[in-house]
């Protein structure tokens, strides 16, 4: 079983991250801001990832710190779960519609950090949560996991169905990418013999 348990402390945060990669979607997620703890619900069950994340954070300073740090500790702990990469399929991709809303996900595991972000939003906030905050998760799960990552909203009114379908996307896609292809178990998908830094 890839899984892997991760524990981040800074005198921002403290985040305890635990994944298990050939799970079955369950999860348990306390992060102390409902709106980001609703999304890696969506990741989780979606993926089939089992994901148990619990952080504490300055939130009375504002969500930013809790939010990035959360994406870090749960890209680092997906990076180390997946140890040598061996047998993935590493490209997926996902169409995913929400009512009036549709968005792309496509992504590369990679070793090769990067991120674009096609995706726009009409209010500040949702809720309590500023929605200039989703693209810092995304950036800091990217980079902490290791992956290219390319997540552009094609249309949509509703903020809410616009940043669940990116979560939504993100996770059909790594779903697709985690799978073990049974003709290449005992080798990584690279012309190269390893993943990092090179094509």
């Not at 290219?148 to 949509?156: D, F, K, P, W």
């Amino acid at each position: 079983m890839r899984t892997a348990t991760l524990e981040r402390k800074t005198k921002e945060t403290e985040i305890k991250v635990t994944v298990n990669l050939d799970g079955t979607g369950t999860y348990r997620v306390s992060t102390g801001i409902g709106f980001l703890d609703h999304m890696l619900e969506q990741l989780s069950r979606h993926s089939l990832i089992d994901l148990e994340v619990e952080a504490k954070g300055d939130l009375h300073i504002d969500f930013h710190h809790t939010t990035e740090d959360t994406g870090i500790a749960i890209g680092q702990a997906f990076a180390q779960a997946l140890g040598d990469m061996k047998g993935i399929t590493r490209y997926g991709d996902a169409l995913i519609p929400m009512d009036e809303t549709l968005t792309r996900v496509a992504l590369d595991i990679s070793a090769r950090p990067y991120l674009i972000w096609k995706v726009a939003f009409t209010r500040d906030k949702l809720g309590d949560f500023d929605t200039e905050l989703f693209k810092e998760w995304f950036q800091a799960f990217a980079q902490g996991a290791g992956i290219t990552l390319h997540v552009e909203n094609l249309y949509g009114t509703n903020n809410h169905h616009i940043i669940e379908s990116c979560y939504k996307a993100l996770a059909r896609a790594l779903r697709t990418a985690l799978a073990i292809d049974p003709r290449k178990a005992d080798s990584v998908p690279s012309t190269k013999g390893t993943l990092g830094g090179t094509l």
